[in-house]
């Protein structure tokens, strides 16, 4: 049972243009929602998050979108770099910790130069 | 660099073997984490520690245990190994628990079953 789902194995976005990961989740319990960011032979890197008590969260070129109705979270990167190409993963918990993270399966982000 | 250290980075058994996977936290981390990412897989969790005390199960395998030592290092052992065991395994770490709390992960120990 995947509770958290990215259903888009793969994007290619244009350098300089915005680029869109969607994520959807089932468990009303999560309430505290992370992207991570992994380069190939490396460990992922946490990039942003959100809680449920918001429903935007920003920080540089990344916003973080929530919406509790849906059940769904995007991540918006603006502008897309070269240097943004890599896997990421959306991962939630709940009662507001990182214990017992669960991951979507990930988005392998392109940026075309 | 995170400042997770996980060893090995590779390791290629045998069925039916055992063997052991290391974590060393970032310095003055409290909580380890242990996750397994299998081909085409999210990562899925299997084990928290916190000061040496487990904290959290995830789907670990009753094949699978882990302890945290009181230097905070932690092992991952795997035993009655399986070829659907061949998976990348992370290691995580963090230095409390609650909203706010990042957890950093090393580069994980690619674990190949023959």
């Known amino acids: 049972d995947q509770q958290v789902k990215q259903n888009s194995p793969s994007l290619s976005v244009q350098e300089g243009r915005i680029s869109i990961l969607n994520c959807d989740y089932t468990?009303?319990?999560?309430?505290?929602f992370l992207w991570y960011k992994k380069y190939p032979a490396e460990g992922p890197t946490f990039l942003i998050s959100?809680?449920?008590?918001?429903d935007k969260n920003e920080d540089g070129r990344f916003t973080v979108f929530l919406n509790k109705s849906a059940k769904h979270l995007s991540l918006h990167i603006v502008p897309s770099q070269p240097g943004d190409s890599a896997v990421y993963f959306c991962?939630?918990?709940?009662?507001?910790?990182?214990?017992?993270?669960?991951f979507g399966t990930g988005t392998r982000l392109t940026i075309i130069p | 660099d995170s400042g997770v250290t996980q060893t090995p980075k590779h390791l290629i058994t045998a069925t039916g073997q055992r063997v052991t996977l290391r974590c060393s936290p970032r310095?003055?981390?409290?909580?380890v984490y242990w996750y397994q990412q299998s081909l085409d897989q999210g990562l899925q969790f299997l084990i928290q520690?916190?000061?040496?005390?487990?904290?959290a199960k995830g789907n670990i395998l009753e094949r699978f245990s882990a302890q945290q030592f009181p230097d905070l290092h932690s092992e991952l052992n795997l035993s009655s190994l399986e070829l659907g065991d061949s998976a990348l395994y992370f290691c995580?770490?963090?230095?409390?628990?609650?909203?706010?709390?990042?957890?950093?992960f090393g580069e994980g120990s690619w674990l190949t079953v023959v």
């Open positions: 520690y916190y000061n040496g005390e487990e904290r």
């Open positions: 991962a939630a918990s709940a009662n507001f910790g990182n214990e017992k993270l669960t």
């Open positions: 468990n009303s319990m999560f309430d505290y």
């Open positions: 995580a770490s963090s230095a409390y628990r609650g909203l706010g709390n990042t957890i950093y």
């Open positions: 959100i809680s449920s008590i918001k």
């Open positions: 310095s003055g981390d409290l909580s």
